[in-house]
Nanobody, 121 residues
Framework: QVQLVESGGGLVQPGGSLRLSCAASGFSFDYQAIGWFRQAPGKEREEVLCISSSDRSTYYADSVKGRFTISRDNAKKTVYLQMNSLKPEDAAVYYC??????????????WGQGTQVTVSS
């Protein structure tokens, strides 16, 4: 059974940091790209970052460049999203999704349940 479980969300002040985790099971994690997405109220879901099976990062949201990074630990079957210098506009539900192959160009196949990130003073 494929599972993706996000954790690490919460309330943080503007300028603060959070690290989200996406723990995977039930599929060949080492051979799949994983993407992080977010959806704010009233907005469409957008892909933020993706990491390929070969550890190559792809940024899809210009607004997070220089602030967010993505990494993976294949031994733990976990992908991380490090978010620094958080802004109120980063507040959203963050989801991870496995891609259909090694590359970030693949379609998103399986999704986690999401974790809420709130940025407020």
């Amino acid at each position: 059974q494929v599972q993706l479980v996000e954790s690490g969300g919460g309330l943080v002040q503007p300028g603060g940091s959070l690290r989200l985790s996406c723990a995977a099971s039930g599929f060949s994690f080492d051979y799949q790209a994983i993407g992080w997405f977010r959806q704010a109220p009233g907005k469409e879901r957008e892909e933020v970052l993706c990491i390929s099976s070969s550890d190559r990062s792809t940024y899809y949201a210009d607004s997070v460049k220089g602030r967010f990074t993505i990494s993976r630990d294949n031994a733990k079957k976990t992908v991380y999203l490090q978010m620094n210098s958080l802004k109120p506009e980063d507040a959203a539900v963050y989801y991870c999704a496995s891609k259909s192959g090694r590359s970030c160009l693949g379609q998103s196949r399986y999704w986690g349940q999401g974790t809420q990130v709130t940025v407020s003073s």
